[in-house]
């Protein structure tokens, strides 16, 4: 595969000068702080972020979540900048047919999560480092599901040339930034899950479905870039 699918021209209300701008302003690649430093104490403001601030429900810390590493690629296209995106693949144990970003465990090899969220990428769409100028963390994103993500925010050059992994995505696809970033695409939704309502973000957008995990990590980067 040459390339992602372009889902739709963007649009020139975010572009790509302003939105590095904003990002190098407001993030930087220190390590983010470690799972001995989130949740210590009871009030909800010491809560790590993730779905759970949703409902104002403490988080799941036990046994201690799984560190991992996501790349948001944003790709500045001269339409105005995009949000690269997977579609994982059916046969995945976690998370499978979602959307989501590229990316996975943090393993003893990788220096740094930026470094993982590299590989990652790397290893799923085929997406060269040295098309990536990283531009700093998001705060730690902890799921239901065990794992606590460092969302890394990148700047990805064009021409995006990308070959996936048939057995993690099924397919690559762009997104308008500045559809992303408008607060009234974020809608909130409920569903069952473990006995108990959740809520979480959902940005439906066409045929795709972006809910959960990585509409809420969107969310972060809305609430830390343009809010």
Known sequence: ????????????????????????ARLDLAHPPGLADLGRSSGPGSWPGGDHRLDDLPPLLDPPPRAAAVLIPVV??????????????????????????????????????????????HEEIGLDPAQVCLLGYLDPYLTGTGFLIVPTVALVAEPVHLVLNPAEVDEAFEVPLAFLMEASNHRRGTREWNGRSRSFYAMPYRERHIWGITAGIIRSLYEKLYL
């Not at 595969?1 to 889902?7: H, I, Q, Y």
């Open 76 to 121: 500045g296209r001269p339409i105005g900048p995009t949000v690269l995106l997977t579609l994982r693949g059916t046969g995945l144990r976690n998370h499978s047919g979602q959307i989501a970003f590229p990316g996975g465990k943090i393993d003893p090899g990788d220096a740094t999560p930026a470094a993982a969220a590299l590989r990652e990428a």
């Open 1 to 24: 595969m040459n390339g992602p699918v372009l889902a739709q021209a963007g649009s020139a209300a975010i572009t790509t000068a302003d939105f590095e701008r904003r990002a190098r």
